[in-house]
């Protein structure tokens, strides 16, 4: 089945700098990959999604990437801000099977 | 809208007792999940449902079971609570392959 690495585990960066959040994925039939921010104590919330037809997508400061051919996409936060801090969540999913399986998070704290 | 919505919120078990952990949704989404998230780790699909009657195991089904027999619930249940299951436990809908929207959580603890 589908497996979903993520990584740093952990991210700090002063405020202004960005933040680039990494995941790679095991099934090369995914073709849905959302990004999902947790702040402390909240439920997880949808950030910004691509699927696999789309090579970049951006929303304001924020951009994910993905490469089909390496398996692996990318969250990309610019001009970061105290309230970009909380834990990220990547994920994958293909049509036929419909499961979301996530990657197991990143910490960033942004410091002012 | 209430969305998704969990009960309850919060609740302690003791070793052996079982208990539903309820789910509902008004979006009229045909997919469901329940993820648990353990103490600074990612989500671990538990179950999830493409529609009413249908269920399928995710990545860590043992000692759940679940039912879909409308498009609005999807309880899960817990037989037999042990420790390993202390976590917090998140349901969420979306409609096909799309934004997932989850609830609150229910954070369960097993002593």
């Known amino acids: 089945g589908e497996n979903v690495e993520q990584h740093p585990s952990t991210l700090s960066v002063q405020e202004g700098d960005s933040a680039v959040i990494k995941c790679t994925y095991s099934d090369s039939a995914s073709n849905y990959f959302p990004w999902y921010k947790q702040e402390l104590g909240k439920r997880p919330q949808l950030i910004i999604d691509?699927?696999?037809?789309?090579g970049e997508k951006k929303d304001q400061r924020i951009a994910v990437t993905l490469n089909k051919t390496a398996k692996h996409f990318s969250l990309h936060i610019t001009e970061t801000q105290p309230e970009d801090s909380a834990v990220y969540f990547c994920a994958a999913s293909r049509k036929d099977t419909d499961k979301l399986i996530f990657g197991t998070g990143t910490r960033l704290q942004v410091f002012p | 809208n209430a969305g998704v919505t969990q009960t309850p919120k919060f609740r302690i078990l003791k070793i052996g007792q079982s208990m539903t952990l309820q789910c509902t949704q008004d979006m009229n989404h045909n997919y469901m999940y329940w993820y648990r998230q353990d103490p600074g780790m990612g989500l671990k699909l538990i179950y999830y449902?493409?529609?009413?009657?249908?269920?399928d195991k995710g990545e860590v089904p043992n000692g759940y079971n679940v039912s879909r027999s409308t498009t609005e619930d999807f309880p899960l249940r817990l037989e037999l609570a042990a420790p390993s299951q202390t976590s917090v436990y998140f349901c969420a809908s979306s409609k096909q392959v799309l934004e997932a929207f989850f609830g609150q959580g229910t954070r369960l603890t097993v002593v």
């Open positions: 691509i699927r696999s037809n789309v």
């Open positions: 449902s493409v529609g009413a009657g249908i269920t």
